[in-house]
Structure formats: C-alpha cells, structure tokens
C-alpha cells in the first residue's frame, strides 16, 4: 500500500519548504521524492505538514469512568487533534498497578489507532502510601510512572519510588500538590477566590512540593518530570535546578498558557476549574517565558474530560479539569504563533520533537526517511470557530466554545493509516 501527500509545505533541515511525502507500507519512502504515483494520492492544498504530534498527558477514563470518555472516543479526540502519541494516565478504576492489570490496560488500549503510551502508578492505588513493583510493571510495558490527581505526601515514598525509578532508568512524572497546603481550595488564592466567594489553592501547595521534591531527585539522579506546572515560583525553582545539573523537566498546559484567573466567566466557571487552577497573569506570563527560556520543555494538554451533570455541579463540588486534545494546536497557533510570540518551529518542538526525545520515545512521529508516518496535517489559512458539536470526545468541557482559531487538522495519519480526516465544511 503506498499513499502520496502532495502539496504541502513542512520543515526540512528546519526550513519551511514545500512537502511531498511518499510512504510505503507505514513508513516514510520518500521526502521531496521524484515518485509522482501512488495507490493513493492526497492533495493538501497547501496545508502544514507536522510530525504526529505528542501529548503525554491525557485522562482516557477507561476503565471506571465510561461516562466521561472511553479509550475510543478519547483516541478519536486526540487524532482529531492531530496527535498520534498519547501518554495516559493511571487514575483509572481498577488502577493499572499490578503487572496483570496493566497488561489487560493495554489490551484495552488496542481499541484505538492513536500509540497509547501508558502510565503505570508510582503507589498503589494511587493511595500515596505503598510503591508497587516498578520492575515488574516496567517490563509488562510501563514507559513512566505518576499518580497523577494527586501529589506524593510522603517524603520518604517519594523518595523510595525515585531511588528505584533511578536505578531503572525511568521518569517519574509528579502531580506537584501538597494536600496539607491546598485549603480545600477550588480556585486560584486571591482575587479568583474572593470573586466566587470559594476558597483558594495558594502558589506554594505546588511550589513548596517541587522544592522537597527537586532536593530527592537530585539525591537520586532520577528523571523528574514536573506535570502541569502553573506558578513563576515553580519555574524559578527549575530553571534553578537546571542549572545545578539535576536531570528535571517539566510540561506546561494550554490552558495555563492561555488563560489566567481574571478570565473566568461567572456564567459558566465550572469550565474554567482544574488542578492546578488558573493563576495570576504573572503566572502566565512566567509559562510563556519558561517556555522560551527552555526551562519548561515540552507542552501536554491534562485532557480531563467530564460529563454535563458533572460540570453542572458548579464551581464549588464538580470535579477539575477540561478537555484539551481537540483545541491544543489550533489555539496555541491562533494565540502564539499567528501573533509572532513564537517560531512556528518552536511549537512543533514542544508538542512533538521534545516529548518525544525526553520520554525517548521509539516509532513516534518525525519526518524522518525510515521512520513511521505518524504525521499531522494542519489547515493555517482557514479560519473556524471552536465549536461543542465538533467535539469528538464525549467531554465538552472547555472554557474555549465560541473562540475563533486558525489551525485546524486536516489529516491525521498513524503508521501511514488515516486515524483523521477532515469532511468537506467542517473542523
Ligand atoms: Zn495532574
């Protein structure tokens, strides 16, 4: 089987050229090759060609939580996004913490065309208190551990699990959150509180667990990977950290990217509520810059999908998080790279080329002779309005219904299949 994209444009030796790529059973055959044939040929009319993007961050919520998204529906949000590598997390019901469950996890990862890379937990349970076998769930196919939703309250766990990741030579990915600091908080501490008249989630709840945090990674050489980093004294923490030589990276969110506390709309603040919650626009603008400095690597998108009933709940009792995969690029391109913040480049190195290279990703998506064709293909002309019936996941919570954007997905292709297509006047 092979298929010919024609007419694209896309970066080769990091210059914006036009693209064609033949692949070949999967693979890539050729870039700017002289085949002119295929068994199938897509014209792309001019449209960016990515490397599949990489989001190591989502909550697919199956098992457990089937009314929120399935693997199939989260797979199909996140190929509607243009991403061909997941990173799922382990907060599903039953926990994927014995090697059994886990590999029954990824039986039913199978269901999906998107490359599920998934989580293992760092305790069991995720309960905080007893690592699990890390060896054994390494080899039944684990590539990071974290118990994301949760921060690790006990120093000496933290400190266990790392000194045992280390010798393994895998990352653990934290949910920086020391509960005991955290208030019983629902929006950012400050005005966004006072507002809603709802307790706040002060900075040092995530700052002060990356400090303890950073000090036993250090201790240890592990890989530390900070999740969702939201607060400038977090990042100054880091940069720091970096420059001591301690092996940390970390992952910012779009939303956090985006949106700061101020933004919150009354009418509908439950889909303005997560965890971490939206800081202060000198939160944001310390994201933005840790981006560009290099001390945060790579962006993920915590795709957190919930039900209508459950954001109904209202600011105080539902649950934290909104969807992600579906918005991530065309909002990060709208808002950053359309407004010249950033090199279109630099986008691509933060949703694909560094998650990719951080996590040492295999037969993950580059253009790249050889090497599978999970690609990305991005309309950057067009513009459409961020709509809730286009929503592939069963989630539509998003505080960014009704934002125009640029930068929808055309195709979507994994190992050479289309996993993603876009119909004929629509997003
Ligand atoms: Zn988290």
């Not at 792309?44 to 190591?56: C, E, K, R």
């Not at 966004?192 to 040092?204: E, L, M, S």
């Not at 037969?363 to 999970?374: E, H, I």
């Amino acid at each position: 089987m092979t298929l010919l994209l024609k007419n694209g444009v896309g970066f080769v030796e990091h210059k914006l050229v036009p693209l064609q790529i033949l692949i070949v059973n999967g693979r890539i055959q050729e870039l700017n090759g002289a085949t002119n044939q295929a068994d199938e040929v897509i014209d792309l009319q001019h449209a960016f060609i990515s490397p599949g993007l990489i989001d190591l961050h989502v909550h697919l919520r199956e098992p457990g939580f089937t009314n929120k998204e399935t693997i199939r529906t989260g797979g199909a949000a996140a190929v509607h996004g243009g991403f061909t590598t997941i990173g799922a997390m382990a907060n599903l019901n039953p926990t994927p913490d014995t090697p059994a469950r886990f590999k029954h996890q990824l039986e039913l990862n199978q269901q999906t065309p998107v490359k599920i890379k998934q989580y293992a937990p760092v305790t069991k349970k995720r309960a905080g208190h007893e690592i699990v076998d890390f060896a054994q769930l390494a080899n039944a196919g684990a590539f990071a551990f974290s118990d994301d939703g949760a921060g690790i309250e006990n120093a000496n766990v933290m400190l266990n699990a790392m000194q045992k990741l280390a010798k393994l030579q895998l990352p653990l990915c934290d949910h920086a959150q020391d509960m005991t600091l955290t208030n019983g908080g629902v929006l950012n501490a400050g005005a966004a509180a006072q507002r809603f008249k709802v307790p706040g989630v002060n900075n040092v709840s995530e700052t002060a667990q990356i400090a303890r945090n950073l000090v036993l990674a250090a201790s240890t050489g592990v890989h530390y990977h900070v999740c969702h980093v939201s607060t400038k004294e977090s990042i100054n923490l880091i940069r720091v950290a970096k420059a001591q030589g301690v092996n940390v990276t970390c992952e910012v969110t779009p939303h956090h990217l985006l949106l700061d506390d101020t933004m919150i709309k009354a009418e509908h603040a439950a889909q303005f509520k997560m965890n971490p919650p939206l800081r202060s626009a000198a939160d944001r603008l310390a994201c933005v810059a840790g981006l560009l400095d290099g001390t945060i690597d790579m962006i993920a998108t915590d795709h957190a999908p919930h039900t209508e009933t459950d954001k109904e709940l209202g600011i105080l009792s539902s649950p934290n998080g909104i969807v992600g995969s579906e918005t991530a690029f065309a909002l990060l391109y709208t808002k950053f790279v359309k407004t010249g913040i950033w090199p279109l480049a630099n986008l691509i190195n933060w949703m694909s080329t560094a998650p990719k290279k951080l996590f040492q990703l295999q037969n993950a998506g580059q253009l790249k002779v050889g090497d599978s064709a999970d690609i990305a293909v991005f309309d950057l002309d067009r513009q459409v309005s961020i709509k809730e019936t286009n929503f592939l996941s069963k989630g539509h919570n998003s505080p960014f219904i009704g934002e125009s954007v640029i930068g929808s997905t055309v195709l979507t292709l994994v190992d050479g299949k289309v996993a993603y297509r876009r119909k004929q006047d629509n997003d």
